[in-house]
């Protein structure tokens, strides 16, 4: 039976293993925005304006719950069981809504190995099947580090009901700056350093972790 | 038994609606590095509207072409295979006489998939056209995989999916018709009336009304294997937008798709057309070339081929 987009879970949504960081938390929330935003090119031809909506409605869910440790231990245990790499042989207790293993003593780190082997990258075709939304293999290639592209901050800002004159406001950037950031529109190489760090500043006013940018924006050019 | 009929025969076909995303360039570049991997590859234009295959080849001598064979006046496709430059590599060109198209009629069309399936040959790779007739679109779904070819503009995207969507159709309809499902056509007609409704809206549906043919369909569709490959990248963010496109194809199309590589723009691409020389082997240290040598890696890895003495004795 195929599952509502809506009935996903969070982690099948942004294409995150069950162990994902939170720098990998925020790519993904980044990559998904960027494809299902109206200006979206990946999505362009190929979905509706009500699917987009409906999806970005249920990414924004998703990166509100995932990115916050809080969240993120209440809905974990509702979900881990619909993953089939996640096989449970531990005991999950009601009452502290932690499984039995989480509760060992530091020392031993069991929960850290067992998280280790099962977030293996497994290729498809090895005889452990693969999930309907991409595998563990795919999911292990993720960029680690991600450029705060001024247009993926704009349409976090869109999606958010957000207006320039708002996060100006709010980070005391001018819209005028906004714009040039969003558009990346500054001169030369030598405006990288400049212009990085505007975007981590509109990065940390969305609520994003300023310190998952990296290198100068000019430097991402294949032909530069 | 023949050598080549002990070999598993890998079939790739570059695909992907819209003209000038690259598809002859990737495929005449990927036919010479996979030829490499695996020795003896037979590179097929099948671009039904204008071929330019031996062109990107640097094969510039006239020959029997695939016309030839759909006129029968060749019975065997592999005797019209020309040789080219590099070793390995084989090309059967394309007709570039206007009633080829004509010509080529259902049982024709058979005629061609069955002997491109039986060619004595350790890899195809067919070149296809733009557009996503029939023809076109029974091509790419002779391959496994095929391979989808956009650049990073809506059009090429949008007329990509317009492909994709006409594929899946063709594999539900051919699964349907297999399994006698009742009312497929009909439920389909009604579906196609919305353009904006997706196909996972559809099979949601349709499963909600009969599970076990949702089911065959469903996986039908999750068996259809493609690969995409972003041509004429310029920056970091068309390496994410393939990964984009990928997620919405698995999430919204229910197709299983992989992102095979990202190839970056390089002006010399041009001058080695020019040169009738392909780029891969003008320029092969550059990325471009880096990119479809790991690209031609992946699949041959993907399709491997098993030596006659690794094969377990039928007399054990």
């Known amino acids: 039976m195929i599952r509502k987009i809506e009935e996903m879970d969070f982690y099948d949504l942004l294409n995150l293993p069950l162990d994902a960081s939170p720098k990998d938390i925020e790519n993904a929330y980044l990559l998904a925005v960027a494809a299902y935003h109206r200006e979206g090119l990946a999505s362009y031809g190929g979905l509706g304006d009500v699917d987009r909506r409906l999806m970005l409605d249920k990414v924004e869910e998703a990166f509100q719950t995932l990115r916050d440790p809080e969240k993120k231990k209440a809905y974990d245990p509702l979900v881990l069981p619909g993953h089939p790499e996640f096989q449970q042989r531990a005991y999950f207790r009601r009452s502290t809504r932690r499984l039995e293993i989480e509760d060992a003593s530091e020392e031993e780190k069991l929960w850290g190995k067992i998280k280790a082997v099962l977030s293996l990258p497994r290729r498809r075709g090895d005889g452990h099947g693969h999930r309907e939304h991409g595998d563990e293999w795919e999911r292990e290639r993720l960029p680690q580090d991600f450029y705060y592209y001024g247009d993926y901050l704009k349409k976090v800002r869109e999606i958010r009901g957000l207006s320039r004159e708002d996060i100006a406001e709010r980070c005391g950037i001018s819209p005028v700056r906004l714009e040039s950031l969003e558009e990346e529109s500054f001169p030369s190489p030598s405006h990288g350093e400049e212009l990085l760090e505007g975007l981590k500043r509109y990065a940390k006013c969305l609520g994003l972790d300023p310190e998952n940018g990296r290198g100068s924006p000019f430097s991402d050019r294949f032909d530069e | ?316």
């Open chain 2, 1 to 316: 038994m023949s050598e080549y009929s002990k070999h598993p025969k890998a079939i790739w076909a570059i695909g992907g609606g819209k003209g000038g995303t690259g598809k002859t360039f990737l495929a005449a570049n990927l036919a010479i590095a996979l030829s490499v991997e695996r020795g003896d590859v037979v590179a097929v234009d099948a671009d039904l509207g204008g071929p330019n295959l031996h062109t990107l080849l640097g094969v510039r001598e006239n020959g029997r072409d695939l016309g030839d064979f759909v006129r029968n006046e060749v019975t065997r496709l592999e005797d019209i295979a020309l040789p080219t430059s590099f070793p390995g590599l084989r090309l059967i060109r394309g007709s570039e006489n206007t009633l080829f198209l004509a010509n080529l009629n259902h049982y024709r069309k058979l005629k061609l998939i069955r002997q491109i399936k039986s060619l004595p040959t350790r890899g195809v790779v067919i070149d296809l056209g733009t557009g996503s007739a029939y023809n076109t679109l029974d091509l790419f779904l002779t391959a496994s995989p095929g391979v989808l070819v956009v650049t990073p503009e809506p059009t090429a995207i949008e007329n990509a999916y317009l492909f994709l969507k006409s594929c899946a159709l063709r594999v539900l309809k051919a699964y349907a018709r297999y399994f006698g499902i009742r009312d497929f056509d009909q439920k389909m007609s009604q579906w196609l009336e919305y353009p904006s409704a997706t196909l996972r809206k559809f099979m949601e549906i349709f499963s909600a009304s009969d599970g076990s043919a949702g089911q065959v369909l469903t996986a039908a569709l999750n068996n259809f294997k493609v690969y995409l490959v972003v041509n004429k990248a310029r920056d970091r963010k068309d390496v994410h937008l393939g990964r984009s496109i990928v997620d919405v194809v698995r999430k919204y199309f229910l197709i299983d798709m992989d992102l095979l590589g990202t190839v970056p723009q390089d002006e010399r691409v041009h001058w080695s057309l020019k040169k009738f020389s392909p780029f891969i082997f003008e320029h092969p240290e550059s990325e471009v070339s880096k990119a479809i040598r790991s690209m031609a890696e992946r699949l041959s890895l993907e399709s491997p081929l098993i030596k006659p003495e690794e094969r377990p004795s039928s007399q054990a």
